[in-house]
């Protein structure tokens, strides 16, 4: 079984802090755009990627900017390329300002039967200064026309740590997001990437971002406020009602296989000690070498045993469930306690060992930066 993304790098307008790669779009582009991905399935399986697919995932960009139509035929030629398990988890990212009452429906009856919506903010003022295009009226609309349907997983993103923000504003902003019943949350704390406008800003003093204590205090108050409120907080900086972990970022964090289709897509495969591959984000490139039936990707990392050890803890310490050091013996052949025995002990208080499992504690991941390095 495998997970599977699919990488749409359109949106409508950059947004100001953000470094992914997108493109401007249209409805050209679009239509092209999702017959190469239809094509990138077919040469995938005929590279020997093999199904079926557990977790289906649009991200982006903007994986809302496809028709309904478009989505439907990308789930179709997954389907008949690698098959479905049952049950299988099928999620599309998507902007309020792209999501309405008929698309909403039209992506449902496609098969798509998780949404994670770029809400960001529900503070007019935090949502202008981001530059986003939807109002917090216009995003709590999108959440009752999803309902209504038949959506019964829906994420939203929150940004915190903004400039300016105090633990007070949070706390309202955390209000109005609660009063959206979420089955999952996404909190993001902004960070300045270099070249993107807001690093233009910063630099010239428009703005500066909340220190260190600041950024602490709202990411400790976040998890306290959330987790009195029933939200298990499963990763570093996800939250989700019982049951309703993301599961395709699980297998992320697990360390398993997962294909990436389109232009800027990695893919992982677990072959030896792990292979990375991504396809360049270059869109003329790969509608060229689709065309000619090649494979866009190219080899990212070829990992050896030590690399695979340190990223299995690396994704296994970000989530709550830790590392398995059961499992991690049977894998490397080797104690996780013998192997990091000093690093063990360095990163006490935070890190702990509940029977088979070790896991960092809620102040640990907010310094996970500095403990992981250690282990690095
Ligand atoms: S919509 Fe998302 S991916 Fe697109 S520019 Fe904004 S933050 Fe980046």
Redesign the pocket.
Known sequence: MISLYVHV???????P????Y?SDTNLDILDHYHHDLIKHLQVARLGGWKGPVKTLFFG???PSLLTPNQVALLVDAVDQQFGFAPGAEITM?G?PSSLNHENLSGFRNAGVNRLSI?V?SLDETHLTLL???HTAGQAEKVFCQARKAGFDNLGADLMFALPGESLSDLERDLDRFLRLEAEHLSCYGLTIEPGTEFAARRDKGEFALPDEDRYADQYQHLHDRLSSVGYRHYEIANYCQPGFECQHNLNYWQRRSFLGIGAGAHSFSLREWGVREAVPPDLERYSRLLAGGHDPAELLERFDREGATRETVYLALRSADGLDAEAFLDRFGESFDQMFADEILKSAPWLSREESHWRLQVGGWLIFDHLISRFL
Request: proline fraction near 5%; include cysteine; glycine fraction near 18%.
């Open positions: 790098p359109f949106c409508r307008r950059k947004c802090y953000c470094d992914f997108s982006g960009g903007t990212e902007n770029g960001q530059g986003r295009q």
